[in-house]
């Protein structure tokens, strides 16, 4: 049985704006960098019992990070500063982004939003996210009547 994901076409809007993003900052290094849109490289991972988000942040602060979680994704916010380095004057190049950032993504199935947990080591966040359990259907017996005079079902 093939298993059926939920489309969400931000999923793919967001997509082509970062890789709209990453050809014009690579390929047209004289058009500048927008530095204020751009988010952390993530991956997001599926296992049995949930998801797993891993984001690359070197040089964040783990105090400079918020995280958030719903039934259906995460966001991520952060800021990187730049570290202001006075002194004599010569070649510089900077190639690093600094500033605010924020990235969001859904997930194809619902989680326990209230069971996530986050870990932050050598410059890589990882959230892992279990998945919600299935609702449970609910059943009620419902009574039949016939001509005023009311009948129970069958068990």
Not at 30 to 55: I, K, N, Q, Y
Not at 73 to 98: D, N
């Amino acid at each position: 049985m093939a298993n059926l994901t939920r489309w969400n076409p931000y999923d793919d809007l967001q997509r082509m704006r970062d890789e709209f993003q990453r050809v014009f900052s690579a390929g047209f290094p004289w058009l500048g960098r927008d530095e204020s849109h751009w988010g952390p490289s993530v991956d997001v991972r599926e296992t049995v019992t949930g998801f797993v988000v891993e984001a690359e942040l070197p040089g964040v602060d783990r105090d400079n990070l918020d995280v958030t979680v719903s039934e259906d994704g995460i966001t991520l916010r952060g800021e990187v500063r730049e570290e202001r380095q006075e002194g004599e004057g010569g070649f510089r190049q900077i190639e690093r982004r600094y500033g605010s950032f924020h990235r969001s993504i859904v997930f194809p199935a619902p989680v326990a939003h209230e069971q996530a947990a986050a870990e932050y080591k050598d410059g890589i966040l990882r959230i892992t996210v279990p998945k919600a359990e299935p609702a449970r259907s609910k059943v009620t017996k419902v009574r039949i009547s016939d001509g005023g005079r009311e009948r129970r079902e069958l068990q």
